[in-house]
């Protein structure tokens, strides 16, 4: 059975607006996929929606995971499923430690149904050194992981904790939105490191970016381009330069032609 994540005729309103218009998308298995598109297309919604956030209404199509469509699913459903989104916690938690957070994070991952959570949980020992690992490749201070969930945490301290966090839990799909925001070009370059650490032949990635420059560290397989709730264009990475050069508006005018 292949991994891919297959995205069909997705439509999805807020209120009585339409956002998603008919969204058509296959993620490949081993494959990174990137998203672009204007501002206001629907890109984020369309990441909001398959990680299961509650805001949007899903008025149509189906997005299939592992045999199984995930619209029908929990977040947490999903996430055991092996899908990660990148953005899932964004808030600010006091009182909670990155350490904390993650371990939690994974026991979650490891808990069975009908399991003592206490046979299925990561031993302690094992659990620091796959974080202090992790911390390693993405050029993290050990200190981090004393300091309380995203409090304080400048725009590329929250993405490096995204990616440790992916680092750790090992997902099989992962959707990353505008990971490129707020990066200095240093941080850029460590958490593509990490990203492309953690791909593998049975891993899809979806990333969502503005910049071609990303690109250059974080390399796709296939680039589509959104535009008013729907993919309007696939192509290879190629495609990511010709925006970049040329913009949308040539797309726009191709698509309302
Ligand atoms: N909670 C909301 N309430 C009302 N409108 C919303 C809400 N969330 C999104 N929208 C609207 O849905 C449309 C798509 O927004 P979305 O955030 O998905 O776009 P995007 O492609 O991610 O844009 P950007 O490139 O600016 O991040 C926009 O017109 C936006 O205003
Ligand atoms: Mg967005």
Do not use: C
């Not at 490096?160 to 939105?177: C, G, H, N």
């Amino acid at each position: 059975m292949s991994n891919d994540l297959v995205i069909r005729d997705l439509r999805a309103n807020i209120g009585d607006k339409e956002i998603l218009k008919g969204v058509n998308l296959t993620v490949r298995q081993g494959t990174i996929h990137a998203i672009m598109g204007p501002n206001g297309s629907g890109k984020s919604t369309l990441s909001h929606i398959i990680a299961g956030h509650p805001s949007y209404e899903v008025t149509g199509g189906e997005i299939i995971y592992k045999g199984q469509n995930i619209l029908e699913l929990e977040p947490d459903e999903r996430s055991h499923l092996g899908l990660f989104l990148a953005f899932q916690y964004p808030v600010a938690v006091p009182g909670v430690t990155v350490a904390n957070f993650l371990r939690a994070a994974m026991n979650a991952h490891r808990a069975e149904e009908g399991r003592d959570p206490k046979e299925t949980a990561i031993p302690v020992a094992q659990f620091r050194k796959l974080m202090r690992e992790g911390m390693k490749v993405l050029e993290m201070d050990e200190g981090f992981a004393r300091r309380y969930l995203n409090e304080g945490f400048s725009g590329g301290e929250k993405k490096r904790l995204e990616i440790l966090q992916m680092t750790m839990l090992k997902p099989s799909m992962a959707v990353m939105d505008e990971t490129d925001s707020g990066l200095d070009i240093d941080a850029l370059k460590v958490v593509s490191q990490g990203v492309n650490a953690l791909m593998n032949p049975d891993m899809g990635v979806l990333v969502i970016t503005h910049y071609q420059r990303l690109l250059n560290y974080i390399k796709p397989n296939f680039v589509s381009v959104m535009m008013e709730g729907r993919i309007v264009r696939d192509g290879g990475p190629e495609l990511a330069l010709e925006l970049e050069e040329r913009g949308y508006d040539w797309i726009r005018e191709e698509v309302n032609a």
